[in-house]
């Protein structure tokens, strides 16, 4: 599993922002990661923004984004709605008794993350546990090519996408500080 972190990592797939507390929750004897997302900003196009089928990213970026970026996307030709969505942070772990994965849990919950459980027991993948914050902004911006927001809101929306995003990321750092990982300065 290690392994498949570092080739990750080197493929660009692995979300950096994360890339400590991965390291860390690897240490633990009877813990390993299977996926996971510090928290991002997304616009999809699609219907309706949890359907995967005829939908697809136009923009993605696990940290605040600037005005400039949010009109780039507004100007860019939808084919069905165009919705704005922030995502806080989730991490998938499996834990290898329910020890661990108690453990887990009530360091994640101490941490604010307080959407976290048990998604399944599974003899091969063991205890899945996930870490989860109840953080998530959903937005329509767009319907074809008929905008919804007027330019005047794009900086508060912006400013609301950002602060939600930002909030996320501070359940993380306290995580960090509960797993003990030192800070950088």
Request: with cysteine; proline share 2%.
């Amino acid at each position: 599993m290690r392994k498949r972190l570092i080739e990750d990592l080197e493929i660009g797939y692995l979300d950096e922002d994360i890339l400590d507390i991965l390291r860390k929750l690897f240490e633990f004897e009877d813990i390993y990661t299977i996926s996971s997302c510090s928290g991002r900003i997304t616009f999809i196009d699609g219907n309706l923004p949890w359907e995967r089928k005829d939908s697809s990213i136009v923009f993605k970026k696990h940290q605040p984004i600037k005005l400039e970026e949010l009109l780039e996307v507004l100007n860019t030709p939808t084919l069905r709605r165009l919705w704005l969505v922030v995502t806080g942070p989730i991490i998938h772990a499996s834990a290898l008794n329910m020890r661990s994965a108690r453990k887990l849990l009530t360091i994640a919950r101490e941490s604010g993350m307080k959407h976290s459980g048990i998604l399944s027991i599974n003899k091969e993948k063991g205890i899945i546990v996930e870490l989860k914050t109840g953080i998530r902004l959903t937005h329509l911006l767009k319907i074809s090519q008929h905008t919804l927001l007027k330019e005047s809101e794009a900086e508060e929306i912006v400013r609301v996408a950002n602060e939600s995003l930002i909030e996320g990321k501070k359940r993380l750092n306290k995580l960090r500080e509960l797993l003990g990982i030192q800070k950088l300065v």
